[in-house]
């Protein structure tokens, strides 16, 4: 018998019981959410210029230290295509960080 570990905040099965961070519960998501577990994190206008979505895949989760593996929350913000498109050019975010 497979144990049922509940739903994630998208309707899909928990395939992990989540991990402990700063004490708190941070996890508890199917595969497919702890894959793009940044993802949560994004609000419903951009931060940079105020544009305010009518979808929400109008706008992106930016890294602003540029590092991909930093998912904190603290190095995320919400931008809208546009913002997030010259915050890359400009910080240089796509080249190799050595």
Known sequence: MRYNRGLCHCGNNQESKGRYKDRQIFGRLCSQCR???????????????????IHKMQLDVDHIDGDHTNNDESNLQ????????LKTYLNKDFMSKK
């Open 35 to 53: 894959k793009n577990s940044y993802k949560i994190f994004k609000k419903d206008k951009c931060e940079e210029c105020g544009f305010v979505a």
């Open 78 to 85: 919400t931008l809208c295509a546009n913002c997030h498109r």
